[in-house]
C-alpha cells in the first residue's frame, strides 16, 4: 500500500505570537485524529520553523528516539546539564530520551531556522537517555536507531537521479526540497511528490524515486 499524505493536509500548531510556527504528519498536541495516531514506530513527523530568538524552553520527554534534521538555518540545542551543541543542515541529531530526560532547543541565529523532528517509540523505553550527533552524514549513509527497529537513509539526488526505496516491511518517507516522481508497486502511474509532502509504504517492495529537481528525501526503512 502506498499513502500519499500532502503538505497541505498537515494541521498548524506551535505558537506564532512566539514565532514559533509548526506543522504536523501525526495527532500530535491538542490536535486529536484517531486514524492518525502513528506509522509504525512513527509518532510525529513535525516541520518547525522558528524566528531568530525563537525557541522552545526546557521541557520533558520520555519513552521516545527524537531525530532531529536541520534544513535551513542553525539549531541551539541545550540539554539539562547546560551543554550546549549546535546543529546545523547535513547533521543528524538523536535524543534518545528513555525513562527520561531533559531539554531546550532555540534559534540563537540572525536568520530564520526549518528542521525537521521526528519521534519514534523505542520497544523497551527503559535505560539511560542518551544523545549523538553525526556531523554532515553523507548521501546514502544510514544512520540506525536500534531502540526504534528503524534506519534512516538521508538522500539528496539531482535532476533525473534515480533512488532506490529500501525494500523494508514499512517505509516512511519526507521530501525536505526539491521534486521527486515514485515509480512502482501496486499504485497506477506515478506519484509526483513536492516538499512537505509524505508517503507511508506497506508491503512494496519495488519503488525508486527519480528527482525532477535536485532533491532532499528522509527515507525510514523499519524492520
Known sequence: MIDVRRDPD????????????????????????PDNLRFGPVLACNEESLAPGAGFDEHPHSHTE???WVAEGELTH???????????????????????????ERNDGSGPLRFVQMWLAPADPAGEPS???VRGIA???????????????????????????????????????????LHG????????????DSVRITGEPELELVAGSPAEVLIWEFA
Open 10 to 33: 498537515r494541521f498548524e500548531g506551535g505558537d506564532p505570537d512566539s514565532g514559533i510556527t509548526t506543522r504536523h504528519a501525526f495527532s500530535f498536541g491538542a490536535h486529536y485524529d
Open 66 to 68: 527524537i531525530v532531529t
Open 131 to 133: 544523545y549523538a550527533l
Open 185 to 196: 508497486g501496486s499504485a497506477d502511474g506515478a506519484e509526483e511528490l513536492s516538499p512537505g
Open 78 to 104: 541545550r540539554d539539562a546539564e547546560g551543554a550546549t551543541t549546535l546543529v546545523r543542515p547535513g547533521d543528524v541529531q538523536h535524543l534518545g530520551a528513555a525513562s527520561g530526560t531533559r531539554h531546550a
Open 139 to 181: 548521501d546514502g549513509t544510514p544512520y540506525a536507531v536500534p531502540a526504534a527497529g528503524a534506519v534512516l537513509h538521508v538522500r539528496r539526488p539531482g535532476a533525473g537521479e534515480r533512488v532506490a526505496v529500501p525494500a523494508a516491511g514499512r517505509v516512511y518517507l519526507h521530501v525536505v526540497r526539491g521534486d521527486l516522481r
